[in-house]
């Protein structure tokens, strides 16, 4: 299919997103991420949006200009982390909706998703610059960790919640999964904490690194307020997410998530 798109209304690692018409979206996936990887996404979030989930609805799978895409409602409201940059004094109220949202999810299941802990440990001794010993070290710690059938987005950020007249809409469930939903808030914490290695100086690195360590404090304790959990079991996912992280090639992330492994596979 020909079409002329504008100018992506959003953009991410692996896909753009595009204005299609005035009530939809073309999530359009960039080259080597093919029609296997549209469909199987456009197949998670119509099973997740039928379970009731704060999901957008989905259309059809595309192929434009030779690229695969997936149709989807728009959303016409800010991402929690626009509203965040645009209205830093509400961090705060973010912060809450965010968690909010998040424990919102954890309160469903969907039927035939792939399993969260197989998933964390496939990508995490996939990664070739792990030793051997991190990789039995990342095996081990998920052998004693719980299972559930727990709703898990599997990339949950405020990037990832849009503000709708519905109220907040999670999108991206490409690596949803089911299993133990302080899997999922692990996640959640590690993409924060990771984040500060994209500023562009030492000094805002400290900043930023000091500044996104406060807002996950923020999330983390709302969270707990509405779903009350044991912080040894949410630390000890922090091994096998940060591991699997690395298979994603966020290379600006790399050597701090090496040198997080190795001090959490050292003290496992």
């Given at each position: 299919m020909e079409?002329?798109?504008?100018?992506?209304?959003?953009?991410?690692?692996?896909?753009?997103?595009?204005?299609?018409?005035?009530?939809?979206?073309?999530?359009?996936?960039?080259?080597?991420?093919?029609?296997?990887?549209?469909?199987?996404?456009?197949?998670?979030?119509?099973?997740i949006y039928a379970s009731g989930a704060p999901a957008p609805r989905v259309g059809e799978v595309v192929e434009v200009s030779g690229r695969a895409g997936v149709i989807y409602e728009r959303i016409s409201g800010p991402s929690l982390l626009t509203n965040l940059v645009n209205h830093p004094v509400r961090l705060r109220a973010i912060m809450r909706a965010l968690a909010e949202a998040h424990a919102d999810l954890h309160t469903r299941t969907v039927a035939n998703l792939p399993r969260l802990r197989e998933m964390l440990a496939q990508r995490a001794t996939s990664v070739a610059k792990l030793t051997e010993a991190q990789r039995r070290a990342v095996l081990h710690v998920l052998e004693a960790l719980p299972d559930a059938d727990t709703l898990c987005h599997g990339d949950y950020h405020p990037d990832n919640v849009l503000l709708s007249s519905?109220?907040?809409?999670?999108?991206?469930?490409?690596?949803?999964?089911?299993?133990?939903?302080?899997?999922?808030?692990?996640?959640?914490?590690?993409?924060?904490?990771a984040n500060f290695v994209h500023s562009h100086s030492a000094a805002t690195r400290v900043f930023r690194h000091g500044a996104l360590q406060f807002l996950a404090s923020l999330y983390l304790r709302r969270y707990r307020q509405l779903r009350p959990f044991d912080k040894a079991r949410l630390r000890a996912w922090e091994l096998p997410v940060t591991a699997a992280r690395l298979s994603e090639g966020v290379e600006p992330e790399e050597s701090y998530l090496l040198e997080r492994v190795r001090q959490l596979a050292a003290t496992s």
């Open positions: 079409v002329t798109l504008g100018a992506p209304l959003a953009q991410g690692r692996t896909a753009e997103v595009f204005a299609w018409d005035d009530s939809h979206v073309l999530k359009l996936f960039r080259s080597g991420w093919g029609a296997d990887v549209a469909s199987h996404e456009a197949k998670l979030a119509r099973a519905r109220g907040p809409l999670v999108i991206d469930w490409e690596n949803a999964a089911l299993g133990d939903p302080l899997a999922d808030v692990a996640r959640t914490l590690m993409l924060f904490r």
